[in-house]
């Protein structure tokens, strides 16, 4: 989004038929999902072969144990009901089987069946977490493959994206070039690693709302001057009262302006198992804003925004985030630019980050001016000011179990399904 013109300062100064694409005719069974997509922490179940199951959820939020049981074994409590395979408070996987019995968060069942997951999977059930699970949660086109629209062109992404009402979108390996606009009440999921979009992708307007894109990479077009890239796209943009987007595994790059600016009144949008970073040294190398200015009235009390298990490196100069308004969560998150500014807290913003690793040399704190406060639990790196606290910050609405800090880099860094479009969607 061009930070001109939404007066930004930058820091100091897409019914089926009508389309070509093809209907996926897909009999889809219980999966379980190893790519912990939901909250940090959390491990799938050790086995039970796909049955009648339903999905276990814990009060952490994350889908654990889909399948693993027989017919007839269910178990309900605190936290989401567990179909043969349970889940304890917290989401934490136990192994699955027939016949689970009632408990506080749902407790084991009996022994499994066998099976494996790869672990380089994600399923088109995984529990949306953050801030876009709360205030009606996000579901984007559902979760009936059966019905799911399968492209290979960047015309029939486009088609699919603004088309009304919900759909799943499934995105073939290979280049995708052009502007991305995604309607209301879409996912859109690359169904392998190699989905690439030279160029950029918009979710935006007032009426945008329940938007899920995942597995992808979006690598925004060159630009050469200072003044060119900030007058040009972001990669990703959310704004202008968009809300409830959940934007997971993500692989974003060389946005001209910025790489996931969020503005103008977005609302309720997580960010998870994500990449940021530049592949060449330009000017302007600004990753991620939250609000364009200290006077974007459309934006006070919004902007309620969830980084989790994500990753800032290579060229990344500033704004991991950097923000103003906003009530922002960082959650074991890695952070390894070498760069000038980490979070820069603005006008009336709060930030909380926690059990986050900062490969860095400098502060993680930047006052912008007027913040309400900020917050550090649980870090570790090389930075400074790690813990550190001022002002009020505001309590998380949701609840999540995080890694350790210490284990964050290693999670967010696997080559299969670590942060960046790594998985195989399970379908």
Known sequence: MNERARSIDHDALLLLG????????????PVLFACSSGDPGTSPGSGGSAGTGGISVGTGGQIAGVGGSSAGGSSSGVGGSSTGGATASGGTTQTGGAGGSEASGGAPGGSGGGGSVDPGQISITDAVPGFASVEGGTTGGGTDLGTAIAVSTMSELQDAAKTSGSAIILVEPGTYAGSLNVTSD????????????????????????NVIVRNLAIRGN????????KAGADAVYVG????????????????QDGNCDTTQGADYITVSWTKFYYTYDKEHRFSNLIAGSDDEPNSVGKLHITYMN????????????????????????????????????????????????????????TDMGSPRGWKGVGNE??????????????TIPYSYTPLPASEVVAAVTKAECGAGNTCTLQH
Not at 186 to 209: C, D, F, R
Not at 240 to 255: K, P, Q, R, T
Not at 314 to 331: A, K, S, W, Y
């Open 310 to 365: 994500s990753d800032w490196g290579e060229r990344v100069d500033t704004r991991q985030p950097r923000g103003r308004f906003g009530n922002i969560h960082m959650l074991n998150n890695y952070h390894h630019t070498g760069g000038g500014q980490i979070h820069g807290v603005g006008k009336d913003m709060a930030l909380i980050a926690e059990h986050c690793f900062y490969d860095e040399g400098i502060s993680i704190w």
């Open 222 to 229: 060159p630009c050469a001057t200072y003044d060119e890239c």
């Open 186 to 209: 879409k996912t859109i999921i690359g169904t392998l690693p190699g989905v690439m979009i030279q160029g950029n992708v918009s979710i935006s307007g007032s009426g945008v709302s």
């Open 381 to 394: 790196g090389t930075a400074s000011d790690l813990n550190a606290t001022l002002g009020t910050v505001f």
């Open 18 to 29: 009508m389309y070509s694409s093809r209907l996926w005719s897909l009999a889809i069974p």
């Open 240 to 255: 202008n009262g968009a809300h409830h987007v959940w934007l997971d595994h993500l692989d974003i790059s060389d946005g």
